[in-house]
């Protein structure tokens, strides 16, 4: 879900949002903290799904909820103030039932590549026969 900000109300709402092409290894999707009746920015927060690693038959997630917070600087230091109290120090039960509420969905599709693809087929550890297929320069 995507937080757009609606200049006629200055509230936020949540769009849904799908997008396809380049493989990714991440996403993020904002969700309304459960409870707030108001629709500013400090009433909506994100959870972001990842991942260092995705191949054929093998993705290994992770998830992320990543509260609202206000950023002040005291005493050369930074200090961070949660704007959502309620989403901290909770159960592990308590987040692994709000990951499955908010979570985003993810669909990999995984297309092997095929030797006699765009590129015929191709020596690819002699460089100069890619150099020279692929019109590269030194």
């Given at each position: 879900?995507?937080?757009?900000?609606n200049?006629?109300?200055?509230?936020?709402?949540?769009?849904?949002?799908?997008?396809?092409?380049?493989a990714?290894?991440?996403i993020?999707?904002?969700?309304?903290?459960?409870?707030?009746?108001?629709?500013?920015?400090?009433?909506?927060?994100?959870?972001?799904?990842?991942?260092?690693?995705?191949?054929?038959?093998?993705?290994?997630?992770?998830?992320?909820?990543?509260?609202?917070?206000?950023?002040?600087?005291?005493?050369?230091?930074?200090?961070?103030?949660?704007?959502?109290?309620?989403?901290?120090?909770?159960?592990?039960?308590?987040?692994?039932?709000?990951?499955?509420?908010?979570?985003?969905?993810?669909?990999?599709?995984?297309?092997?590549?095929?030797?006699?693809?765009?590129?015929?087929?191709?020596?690819?550890?002699?460089?100069?026969?890619?150099?020279?297929?692929?019109?590269?320069?030194?």
């Amino acid at each position: 879900m995507l937080l757009v900000f609606n200049e006629n109300d200055s509230d936020y709402s949540l769009q849904e949002r799908i997008t396809g092409g380049a493989a990714t290894n991440s996403i993020n999707s904002y969700f309304k903290i459960e409870g707030r009746t108001s629709s500013k920015s400090e009433d909506f927060t994100y959870c972001y799904l990842g991942n260092s690693e995705i191949a054929e038959n093998y993705w290994n997630p992770y998830f992320n909820i990543q509260t609202p917070y206000v950023q002040s600087y005291v005493n050369n230091q930074y200090i961070y103030t949660s704007k959502a109290p309620e989403l901290l120090d909770k159960s592990a039960s308590f987040y692994r039932d709000l990951a499955k509420k908010v979570a985003p969905k993810m669909r990999l599709v995984v297309i092997p590549l095929s030797a006699a693809g765009r590129v015929k087929s191709l020596d690819w550890s002699n460089y100069e026969l890619v150099k020279k297929e692929l019109n590269l320069k030194d």
